[in-house]
């Protein structure tokens, strides 16, 4: 996450996060609309290869303001049965708002 972003600093401020520096922070998720369609093969390499940068540096939320970009790696998590869960940054600021 970067540090200088508005949402890094609004889940710095959330009760019981502990945010993680991945290796590969900006890299694409590999979903990005139609590329997905027409580079299925591809989309599902980078895919994996987010969830893996995420494994390796012990994250258990994967978190995003893109829906499409959750969605996706959210289906590359369910069909491998990876026990890491995705939730949109909204959904984890309001849960920790009540």
């Known amino acids: 996450i970067d540090s200088y972003s ?3 600093r609004l889940l710095e401020k959330a009760e019981g996060i502990e945010l993680i520096e991945l290796d590969r922070k900006d890299e694409c998720c ?3 609309g ?3 369609v027409f580079e299925p093969d591809v989309s599902v390499k980078m895919g994996k290869d987010r969830i893996g940068d995420h494994e390796c540096n012990g994250a258990e939320i994967i978190t995003a303001t893109d829906m499409s970009c959750l969605m ?3 289906g590359i998590l369910r069909r491998h049965k990876k026990p890491i869960q995705v939730r949109h940054i909204a959904e984890i600021l309001n ?3 009540l």
């Open 95 to 97: 849960t920790n708002a």
């Open 34 to 36: 139609t590329f997905s």
């Open 6 to 8: 508005k949402i890094h």
């Open 72 to 74: 996706h790696l959210e």
């Open 30 to 32: 590999g979903f990005g």
